[in-house]
């Protein structure tokens, strides 16, 4: 049994006050990122080159939490680029930090920000890369509008890549429990003032944020077996008691739902969930 020792809903918590991030900070929430890592990994860095990518370049990362894309960025553009990891959380980017020692990397520095409210430096970067960033922001197109105009260097490039959970679609069994708590989690991220289906938006904000040459792909993702079971698990953990505090599910209800993640890889026949990746990029004009 698949089981990271979570979940006892049968007492009212202390919980932390609640905040747009809704997710967590603490070593299980960067494992869970890293497990996440394995499924999406490999189609955001063909994102990443397809939105321009180069060796040499100048990269901010927004978002980077311990460094799940960072190490995959900084081998791209190599000794003569660098990458700047940004998170508002210092524990993610001391992780972070460990790992560049570990690994040697000379061309990755960090820097604990609050993309929202921070004022960004003026053509600092000539890519920004952001993956499950915006969907966790109170105003994406805000944070959009700062990089191209103020952080982008003319001829500059962004690539954010975002997810879209109200287009998950689950098969096998307990589907219709995932269906609810997926439900949940967007109702979840109303009630914070987020938007977790932000995917589907992303060209259009990056239109309306004053980006040029802009492309976008979607594609879909599958989580299965025990990956399922401890991401749902994980998620429970994170947003359990904030979906009791907001009214969005009883108690009994987010017990259930921790019993049955943690016994799914046990069950006959296999759970799978579909959701898609929206990826977005797009250039600053350079003046003519
Ligand atoms: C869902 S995680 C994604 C981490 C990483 N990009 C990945 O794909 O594995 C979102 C990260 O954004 C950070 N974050 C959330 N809001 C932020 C803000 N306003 N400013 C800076 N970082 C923020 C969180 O601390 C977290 O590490």
Redesign the pocket.
């Known amino acids: 049994m698949v089981l990271i020792g979570l979940g006892d809903y049968s007492k009212k918590k202390e919980s932390e006050p609640m905040t747009?991030?809704a997710?967590g900070?603490d070593g299980i929430a960067a494992e869970a990122?890293?497990l996440?890592?394995r499924i999406?990994g490999q189609d955001?860095l063909n994102f990443v080159m397809q939105a321009g990518l180069k060796t040499g370049d100048q990269v901010w990362?927004?978002?980077?939490?311990?460094g799940?894309?960072t190490f995959d960025l900084a081998a791209q553009v190599g000794p003569t680029g660098h990458v700047t990891a940004?998170?508002?959380?210092a524990e993610?980017l001391q992780r972070l930090e460990e790992q560049m020692h570990e690994k040697r990397f000379e061309n990755i520095s960090t820097q604990v920000?609050?993309?929202?409210?921070e004022v960004l430096p003026a053509h600092e970067a000539n890519f920004v890369f952001?993956?499950?960033?915006l969907m966790?922001?109170n105003n994406p197109e805000g944070v959009l509008k700062k990089c191209q105009s103020i952080l982008l260097k003319p001829g500059g490039r962004a690539c954010f890549?975002e997810g879209c959970w109200d287009e998950s679609t689950i098969q096998g069994p307990y589907a219709d429990e995932l269906t609810l708590f997926v439900k949940s989690v967007v109702a979840l991220g109303k009630h914070c003032g987020v938007d977790y289906t932000l995917g589907r938006n992303l060209k259009k904000m990056l239109e309306k944020t004053g980006f040029s040459e802009i492309g976008s792909k979607k594609k879909m993702l599958t989580f299965t077996g025990s990956t399922l079971s401890v991401l749902w698990q994980r998620r429970l953990h994170e947003m359990g008691e904030k979906f009791i505090e907001a009214g969005i599910a009883s108690r009994s209800q987010v017990e259930n739902w921790q019993g049955i993640a943690e016994k799914l890889p046990q069950q006959s026949g296999t759970s799978t969930m579909h959701s898609p990746v929206y990826a977005g990029w797009g250039r600053v004009s350079s003046p003519e």
């Open positions: 747009t991030y997710l900070k990122l890293d996440q890592q999406v955001s990362e927004f978002g980077s939490g311990p799940s894309m940004i998170d508002q959380s993610h920000m609050d993309i929202e409210k952001g993956r499950y960033i966790h922001l890549i």
